[in-house]
């Protein structure tokens, strides 16, 4: 290390610019004169909450290090013992830092408390605020990552137990009153394709967030001669944020990751609560695993899991708006509040990820009672579509049709026979036509169209509930899981890549 180095550039860091020279030690190392203490240290200070992005500043650090060296802007022997006091520090881990307002001073910190004031060479031509805007992009791919992983379990699950119930027959409710009746298979693809869109937002907005604005510096950009694009690739972005303010400033990307966290989470909420309601009704059965028994009521067997399943996306709407919130109306370029904006985005991204996990689960073990469901598939004379259906297809205008099967349902009764309630359906067509039911269809048909399993085969256009459909159903959505699959485990490859490039560069140093 050399203090003479024609490129020192240490003093270019604001935390030198005090006049205050290079001693190192202490806990305050870093800018130790200026409004270090002081009464509000506590809230001003992020290094609790940065652990979340302590790897994540160790490999920034070492991507910029590695830059600075390549640049010629640090002398190699410093960044040498600037990364291997880094790998120390890792050793050592968040626990033992040393005081500071946040992750970065504290290492910057102990990185001089190491090897001296030539530590202080790591701050050169970057700004604390281009630096944490790499760390919450580099933590939170690995959260969307995660999160996607958990939807791909998800997906799977919905996809296997629908591969088992595709003739098991349910009652499709709308207004949560019986509706028509439709398959569990069909049932839980609707969930299926919703995640299939969540995985999608997630992949999306990952997009944007794997964008790097290091080298931005504090906003305006510095005179050192860096190199963003070497950066970049050295912590795996896929390019950079290129305008210097939008990169130190923006945090749209925590909005939208937070939106579609909160998207999923909605998903998810709807199929708990569905499993819930169903669950009270018998027509499914959580398996033990996925319930909680009462403390006082000794027969009780209740799906907490599914109601904290539900109660996480109230937090993750919550973490949406509250970011939007944060962000509305701060003025270009850094503002103090972005400190505020994104630990709850990586723990609400933990929490949505593990709700997808326990749904996966309580969906991929729960107990579907195939006799509750056919007796309940009929009730509440649920095939009067199809009946309609039937009648229009034998020629009657579908209003007229509507308007017989409205009169008969005034009479048809749960438990009626198919014969009994045909009887009925013909009673009405006499009253509203004057004709018998036999003038449009025959007896047989409307018998078959009174069976909820009929019905259903009967209603086999795209994407409809017969058996058929849904199988070609299932395996466009096999199909649609491998493919995020590959994206998933591309990104991660990708990722993986460039932390052993990362590695490779740093050990030419240390
Ligand atoms: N801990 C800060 C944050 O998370 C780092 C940036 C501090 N920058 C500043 N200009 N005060 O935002």
């Known amino acids: 290390?050399?203090?003479?180095?024609?490129?020192?550039?240490?003093?270019?860091?604001?935390?030198?610019?005090?006049?205050?020279?290079?001693?190192?030690?202490?806990?305050?190392?870093?800018?130790?004169?200026?409004?270090?203490?002081?009464?509000?240290?506590?809230?001003?200070?992020?290094?609790?909450?940065?652990?979340?992005?302590?790897?994540?500043?160790?490999?920034?650090?070492?991507?910029?290090?590695?830059?600075?060296?390549?640049?010629?802007?640090?002398?190699?022997?410093?960044?040498?013992?600037?990364?291997?006091?880094?790998?120390?520090?890792?050793?050592?881990?968040?626990?033992?830092?040393?005081?500071?307002?946040?992750?970065?001073?504290?290492?910057?910190?102990?990185?001089?408390?190491?090897?001296?004031?030539?530590?202080?060479?790591?701050?050169?031509?970057?700004?604390r605020n281009d630096e944490v805007a790499t760390c919450i992009r580099y933590r939170l791919r690995e959260d969307l990552l995660a999160a996607v992983e958990a939807t791909l379990t998800a997906r799977e699950a919905l996809v296997d137990v629908a591969g088992e119930h595709a003739e098991t027959v349910m009652p499709g409710y709308t207004h949560l009153q019986p509706a028509q009746p439709t398959t569990v298979a069909h049932y839980l693809l609707s969930y299926e394709g919703g995640l299939a869109r969540d995985a999608e937002r997630l992949l999306d907005a990952y997009d944007r967030v794997n964008r790097s604005p290091l080298g931005a510096a504090a906003f305006a950009g510095t005179p050192f001669d860096v190199d963003r694009d070497r950066t970049a690739e050295l912590l795996g972005f896929d390019g950079t944020v290129r305008n210097s303010m939008d990169a130190a400033a923006a945090r749209d990307f925590l909005a939208e990751s937070a939106g579609a966290l909160a998207t999923l989470a909605t998903t998810l909420s709807g199929l708990a609560e569905d499993l819930i309601i169903f669950s009270k009704e018998g027509l499914v059965e959580l398996s033990d695993a996925y319930s909680s028994t009462s403390s006082i009521m000794p027969q009780k067997k209740?799906?907490?899991?599914?109601?904290?399943?539900?109660g996480v996306a109230g937090d993750a709407i919550g973490e949406a708006t509250g970011t939007l919130s944060l962000l509305k109306g701060l003025p270009r370029a850094y503002n103090r509040d972005l400190q505020r904006a994104h630990a709850s985005v990586f723990e609400v991204a933990g929490d949505v990820r593990?709700?997808?996990?326990?749904?996966?689960?309580?969906?991929?073990?729960?107990?579907?009672?195939?006799?509750?469901?056919?007796?309940?598939?009929?009730?509440?004379f649920s095939t009067a579509t199809g009946v309609a259906d039937l009648l229009a297809m034998g020629g009657l205008p579908f209003r007229t049709a509507h308007e017989i099967v409205a009169a008969a349902a005034e009479a048809v009764e749960d438990g009626d026979s198919p014969d009994?309630?045909?009887?009925?359906?013909?009673?009405?067509?006499?009253?509203?036509?004057?004709?018998?039911?036999?003038?449009?269809?025959?007896?047989?048909?409307?018998?078959?169209?009174?069976?909820?399993?009929?019905?259903?085969?009967?209603?086999?256009?795209?994407?409809?509930?017969?058996p058929e459909a849904v199988a070609d159903a299932l395996a466009a959505a096999e199909a649609g899981i491998e493919t995020d699959e590959d994206a998933l485990a591309a990104e991660r490859d990708a990722l993986a890549a460039a932390s052993e490039t990362l590695e490779a560069e740093v050990d030419r140093y240390v």
């Open 420 to 466: 009994a309630a045909a009887a009925k359906v013909d009673e009405a067509a006499r009253k509203v036509t004057g004709e018998p039911l036999s003038a449009y269809v025959s007896r047989e048909d409307v018998e078959s169209a009174l069976d909820p399993a009929a019905s259903v085969a009967s209603r086999d256009s795209a994407g409809g509930p017969a």
């Open 354 to 380: 593990e709700a997808t996990e326990v749904a996966a689960g309580a969906v991929a073990t729960a107990d579907w009672d195939e006799a509750a469901l056919t007796a309940a598939a009929g009730e509440g």
């Open 1 to 127: 290390m050399t203090d003479d180095d024609p490129d020192a550039a240490a003093d270019d860091a604001d935390e030198a610019s005090d006049g205050s020279g290079g001693a190192a030690g202490g806990d305050t190392a870093v800018r130790r004169d200026r409004f270090s203490g002081g009464p509000a240290r506590e809230f001003l200070s992020s290094l609790a909450a940065d652990e979340a992005i302590f790897e994540a500043d160790l490999a920034v650090d070492r991507a910029h290090v590695v830059m600075l060296a390549e640049q010629g802007i640090v002398d190699e022997a410093v960044a040498g013992e600037i990364l291997g006091a880094l790998d120390d520090i890792e050793a050592a881990g968040h626990g033992a830092l040393p005081d500071g307002e946040d992750v970065h001073e504290a290492i910057e910190t102990a990185v001089i408390d190491r090897i001296g004031p030539d530590g202080g060479r790591m701050h050169t031509a970057r700004s």
């Open 302 to 310: 209740n799906p907490d899991t599914l109601e904290l399943t539900r």
